[in-house]
């Protein structure tokens, strides 16, 4: 029986869509995303507090709101059969503000995002893993909602270098997550920092950013489901505790123009999924016990991976510019614990993007990407429910305003 309390300690943390950054969501504004978020080294907008908030000091006062609407299609196909995740857009909203004095060296910033979470839904897909024949290991529906408040100060230190730091808040608000065996339900929150460097020439720029890893506490509740009935235990809840550590991401950006009008970015990430390599949860005294267990530990074993980013971008004219880009994107979960929670594999992203400033003050960018997964098959030793091909595409768009004062 302990089985269910790791199932269900897996389900808590891994509840993202179909996106080979594990459960980040690296599309964090409109104007970087249409140049595949190889925007560290430019970070000529609010946005910078997210991307390189050193940018902050190379800017003039601004604020921007943005959102990206998310569009997982997530197939399994086994048998003969094809099962299909509940499709629906997934709204990742932005807000971004920069503030400094006039000659002043310090600027200020700060950035509201989400740049972990989303969902999946194989509650209605008849998949065999969203069945009770599938046990304890059973995978329904999974679902976080997290917010990232991040104020940031950035100094110039000449004419062409600036450093910032600043401090994250995460809380993940809304944690639903559901399997045949028990239904979850919590939130939490945690705390970090960053630093950052941006090195400003007259044709090329390099930047580089480090966020620290963030250990996020979750509280809740856990309630036995239709699969726990047999024991007597369906609708009998318990307090339920653990923790996911958002990991450290670290990146390094150049940027260069080899004309007036043509804008070139590459970028690499490496983000340190090394952090997730076991979930503990602890159940607090009950009549669950009797199936959970006080305490489980799952071992996840994720892998640090390195994403690479390719943006270009071309002034149409003074108030017109469009843009494209390119990810290779490795996924950080090894075949012996993957699971339907995450059905992730290395994904590719290609995106093209608009911005057009219809005054001194007021600029608006749109962007779409499209994004294809490798197609994953599942074999042993993971659950025979699991055993199949995991299909995954992605639609973005994105769109945002910045106002300049």
Known sequence: MKKTAITIA???????QALASGYMIPEQGAKAMGMGNAFSAIADDASANWFNPAGLSFQENNASVSATLVYPLNDFEAGGQTYSA???????????????????????GLGVNSPFGLSVDWTDSGAPFSQLAAGADSVTFSEIQAVHVNPNVAFQMNDNLSVAAGFSYYNAFKVH??????????????FGGNIAAL??????????SYRSSVKVDISGTAVGGPGMAILGLEGIGANANTSVTFPDL?????????????????????????KFNEIVIDYDPSTLNIATGTTSTIPENWKATTAIRLGVEYAYNQNTKVRVGYTNDPTPVNATDFSPRLPGNDRQLVSLGYGKDFSDNLTMDLAYAYVWLADRTAAAPTNAAYHGVYKSVVHLIAGGVTYHF
């Open 10 to 16: 897996a389900l808590l943390l891994c509840s993202s």
């Open 199 to 208: 090195y400003k020439a007259d044709a090329f720029s390099v930047g580089l």
């Open 250 to 274: 670290i990146t390094a950006a150049i940027t260069f123009s080899p004309s007036r009008n043509w804008l070139v970015s590459v970028q690499a990430d490496r983000i340190n999924w090394e």
């Open 177 to 190: 997550l559901d399997g045949q065996s028990l239904k979850i339900g919590g939130s939490g929150d945690g």
């Open 86 to 108: 509940t499709k629906g857009v997934h709204v990742v909203p932005q807000a971004y503000a920069r503030y400094g004095l006039e000659n002043s060296k310090l600027s200020f």
